[in-house]
Structures are given as C-alpha cells and as structure tokens.
C-alpha cells in the first residue's frame, strides 16, 4: 500500500558506548546519504573515552544533529527507547536505527528509506538472498543464525532476521507500541520490537544488506545478552496484548522479501 509523503523528516537514531573512534566519521557518512532534511540524534550512555564530548562538538557544527545523554550504559534497549521518544517529540516521520560502528554501511541508507514508502517496518536483513555477512567467525555466525532461527521458530513469524538492529520504523509503528513497557535489553529488544509491530498488524518488509565486523572500537556483546534473547524471546509470546485481540495474527503479518 503506498504510504502517504507528506510526513515529518527521517531521524537516525544512533546508540554510542565507547564510539570515540568511530562517531565521527559514522555521522559524516551517514549524513551524507540521507535526505537534507534529516536530524541525527546519538544516544550516548556517558561513555568513558570521551564520545559523548565528540558528539557535542558535532550537534554544534552540525544542525542537523543532536546528543541526548544518559547517565549510565543500560543496554541497547534503554538507549533506543529513549532515543526514539526524542525523535518522535521531535516531529519523526520515520525513525532510523543502526548501529555506529560502520557494521551497518551508510551506503543501504536509500534502500531502506525508500523501502519504507511501502511498508510500516523495513529491516536490514542479512538472511535474505543478497545479504550476508563478511569477516565473522563460525561461532558468531552460529550464534547469529542460531539466534533468529530460534526467535522465528518460538514466535512462530516469517521475518529472517530477528536479531538485526538496522532498521526503519514508520512513526505510527513507534507510537503503537507500547515503548513504557518494552524491557529487553540487548539482541532481544530487536526482536520484540519486530515482533510487537507484526502482533499489531504493520507490514513488515526485509531489504538485504550485507553485515561487516566493527573495523575500530572494541564489541560490547557479551554472554549475558545472549543469555537475556533465550529466555526472554519465549515470553515475547505471552506478554503483553494477545495478537487475537485488535491486532492482525504473527501468522497473518505480511511478510514481502
Ligand atoms: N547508548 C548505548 N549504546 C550502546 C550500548 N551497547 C552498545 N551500544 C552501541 O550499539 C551499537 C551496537 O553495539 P556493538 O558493541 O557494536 O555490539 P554488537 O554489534 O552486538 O557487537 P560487534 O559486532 O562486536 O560490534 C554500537 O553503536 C554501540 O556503541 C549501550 O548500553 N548504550
Ligand atoms: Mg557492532
């Protein structure tokens, strides 16, 4: 269904612990291939090499681009939520999210803008045909194809990528979903987020993108998120509102690749 053009502006929302080497250079490739009229908003959890004060210089130099500081690292989760309610105070037509350390290539940013003009939720999805993943070791591929293997077959959707966090979210999806009352923290906040808007009815489309290793800055997974994606992903099914009640089945989400 063809969506309506005359929404508010594209909001990229990044979350940065520890992004000093990369924050920078992130923001400038990724400004320049979105619209003129798009905000940027990094969500630092007062990181301790000095990221945030690079974020600050660049919202000054920058009008496009602003800093939302939080006092503590809380996980992915905390940081998205409270970033996309900033986005959707400020007027978000769509509300972007992926992660600062060049995994995501600026380059797919068109793809999924354009992508959204057709669907309430585009995800950036390495396991669709022309998507992948370079420079992973088997074990973090087996986590990773594990992990959203898992979700699908506990949630019983058709969306291959679960776990991905490159993503674009009409506004009304955002506004939808209950953001009080989402808890997940690390992979699982993907997953319930995708889950939520497919329990809603909202389409959910995957674009391919090919996934590249971190090439500066040190990783911040560790066991205990993906410890948190198994146990929690099962009471994805059981929280919250029931898919019979208003919303369209996860059997009847539609699902286009
Ligand atoms: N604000 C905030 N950002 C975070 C937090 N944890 C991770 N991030 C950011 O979220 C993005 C993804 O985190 P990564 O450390 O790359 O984790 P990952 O992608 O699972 O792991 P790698 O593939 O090893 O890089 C990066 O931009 C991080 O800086 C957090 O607790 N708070
Ligand atoms: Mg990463």
């Given amino acids: ?62 009008e496009g681009v602003s800093v939302l500081h939080r006092p503590r690292k809380e996980g992915l989760g905390p940081a998205y939520v409270a970033g996309f309610r900033r986005a959707l105070a400020g007027g978000a037509g769509l509300v972007l999210e992926m992660d600062s350390d060049f995994s995501h290539d600026p380059a797919y940013l068109p793809r999924l803008l354009e992508a959204a003009e057709r669907a309430d939720l585009v995800i950036g ?10 420079e992973w070791g088997a074990l973090r591929q087996a986590i990773s194809r594990g992990g959203s293997a898992y979700a699908r077959l506990v ?3 058709g969306v291959r990528d679960l776990t991905g966090g490159f993503k674009c979210f009409r506004r009304e999806v955002l506004e939808t979903i209950d953001l009080d009352t ?8 993907q997953v319930e987020m995708t889950y939520r808007a497919i329990q809603r009815g909202f389409e959910v489309v995957e674009v391919p993108i090919v996934f590249r290793d971190r090439q500066a800055g040190s990783s911040k997974m560790d066991r205990s998120i993906v410890v948190e994606a198994v146990w929690r992903v099962p009471l994805l099914r059981f929280n919250g ?17």
């Fill in 125 to 134: 999805s390495r396991y669709v045909p022309g998507g992948g993943v370079s």
């Fill in 182 to 189: 989402i808890q997940a923290r690390g992979y699982a906040f």
């Fill in 1 to 62: 269904m063809p969506r309506s053009t005359d929404r508010g502006p594209a909001w990229l929302v990044l979350p940065t612990y520890n992004e000093a080497e990369n924050v920078e250079a992130f923001v400038a490739a990724a400004r320049e291939k979105l619209p003129a009229s798009a905000q940027v908003l990094i969500v630092d959890d007062n990181s301790p090499d000095g990221t945030g004060e690079i974020a600050d210089r660049l919202a000054e130099e920058h």
């Fill in 155 to 157: 949630l019983g959707v």
């Fill in 241 to 257: 509102r029931p898919p019979q009640q208003g919303g369209a089945a996860p059997e009847r989400g539609r699902y286009t690749f």
